[in-house]
């Protein structure tokens, strides 16, 4: 299987060192925006969140400012270098490791998790390809999955940007897809300016979640 999706992070991380600009966020304030979605759309208290993408861990930091007591956090990324970087950084009850999760579906059960998360991750994936990680994430996690990417469902004027190496899904597919695996979903496209969507898919209602257990 060809890694192509990783090669934009290859190259950004030749320009920029394992920095933040290496993980080709937009900016600090599009990932702030995108991770206060994920933090409050789907409940993490007491969970085991896997991150799928994890890059250099800003999740895992932004939720421990926002004082959300997960049980585990643990990291997926598939460039050794931000993984290392990572891995530096002291991020309490988290672990990273080196995967790429499209071509290593069983890495996404490392750690048993509750909640498996896509922030981003998936924009350089092909589409078809995308859904298949999505759904071996769904099989490999115990409570559920949330995931954001690029909406084609934008004005005109959002559509019209350049998005470089990521791409845009059909997002009305994506929703009925999600329905069609289960009646719990969450979805969200009222941030950025409708650039960007968050499907949640639960196994159990909403208000179940973040009990631990």
Known sequence: MSDEYLEPYRRAVGQFGA???????????????????????????????????????????????????????????????????????????????????????????????????????????????????????WAAAARGVIFNFLSDRAEPAVLARDTGPARRFNTLDWIEWALRTTPQVLFRQDYLGGHDATIAMLREHPSALGRGG
């Open 19 to 137: 920095t933040f600009d290496a993980t080709l966020w937009n900016s600090r304030a599009y990932q702030r925006a995108r991770f206060e979605v994920l933090r409050t759309t789907v409940d993490l208290e007491g969970l085991t969140l896997l991150d799928a993408g994890c890059g250099l861990g800003d999740l895992c930091e932004h939720l421990q400012a926002c004082n959300v007591r997960y049980r585990r956090y643990v990291g997926l990324d598939g460039v050794p270098e931000i993984v290392a970087c990572a891995r530096q950084r002291g991020l309490a009850r988290a672990e990273f490791h080196v995967r790429d999760f499209v071509a290593d579906p069983a890495s996404l059960s490392l750690g048993s998790p509750d909640v498996i998360c896509f922030s981003g991750s998936l924009n350089t994936v092909p589409e078809k390809q995308a859904r298949q990680v999505v759904e071996q994430a």
